[in-house]
């Protein structure tokens, strides 16, 4: 059973020296570091991601504080899920968070709280937003397009005296739409309403 250390700057505080001697201190057989301006190319694995594939069932990860592990709500729920589900145990010295124990465990089960909190808010949100929406008309979707703006489409389209783009931007619509419309069957194009 491991002890790892996490240290990670943040844009407020770049002094990972403090970090890595408080981790040091806790006794942490290993300490990963990491500065929070890492590079964005996704082929680059970031330290976190190297921490996080070491750790096995009964490791421990201790970091100095939550915002250090998780750089949003949504991942560092995410991540204690896991921990819980591997079973390791974490340890934020900051918030005196200790998974070892038995009050450590009330954490885990608040972020799981937190967790589905979140989901259900991100929804009903979304559902407040619809429904605002179509009490000022929106209903959403693709806009529909009348017979008219299709026969003029096919009719610019088959002179072959006007370009895609143009035809797209004459009948406001986007050049995949205009396309569809050209690539319809006739019959299609007649019991069109």
Same mark, same amino acid.
């Given at each position: 059973?491991k002890?790892i250390?996490?240290?990670r700057t943040?844009?407020?505080d770049n002094?990972?020296?403090?970090?890595?001697k408080?981790l040091?201190?806790?006794?942490?057989?290993k300490v990963?570091q *990491?500065?929070?301006d890492?590079?964005?190319?996704?082929h680059?694995i970031?330290?976190?991601?190297?921490v996080?594939?070491?750790l096995e069932?009964g490791?421990?990860?201790v970091i100095?504080r939550l915002?250090r592990?998780?750089r949003?709500?949504?991942?560092?729920?995410e %991540?204690?899920?896991?921990?819980?589900e591997?079973g390791i145990? %974490?340890v934020s010295?900051?918030e *005196?968070?200790?998974?070892r124990?038995?009050?450590?465990e009330i954490?885990f089960?608040l972020?799981?709280g %937190?967790?589905?909190m979140?989901?259900?808010l991100?929804?009903e949100?979304t559902?407040v937003?619809?429904n605002?929406?179509r009490?000022?008309g929106?209903?959403g979707?693709?806009?529909?397009?009348d017979?008219?703006?299709?026969?003029?489409?096919?009719? %610019?389209?088959?002179?072959?005296?006007?370009?895609i783009?143009?035809?797209s931007?004459k009948?406001n619509v986007?050049?995949?739409?205009?396309?569809?419309?050209?690539n319809?069957?006739?019959?299609?194009v007649a019991n069109f309403?």
């Open positions: 059973m002890t250390g996490y240290a943040t844009i407020t002094d990972l020296d403090a970090q890595i408080i040091s201190d806790f006794g942490c057989d990963y *990491e500065s929070f890492v590079t964005t190319d996704k680059i970031s330290e976190l991601e190297i996080l594939n070491s069932a490791d421990t990860l100095c915002n592990l998780g949003s709500t949504r991942q560092l729920t %991540l204690t899920q896991k921990f819980k591997v145990h %974490l010295l900051y *005196e968070i200790d998974t124990h038995p009050m450590g954490y089960k972020m799981n %937190l967790a589905t979140e989901c259900d991100i929804k949100r559902l937003g619809l605002n929406a009490k000022k929106k209903i979707g693709r806009p529909k397009i017979k008219r703006t299709v026969i003029k489409i096919r009719h %610019l389209y088959h002179e072959q005296k006007e370009t783009q143009f035809i931007s009948c986007s050049v995949g739409t205009c396309y569809k419309y050209i319809l069957p006739e019959a299609d309403s």
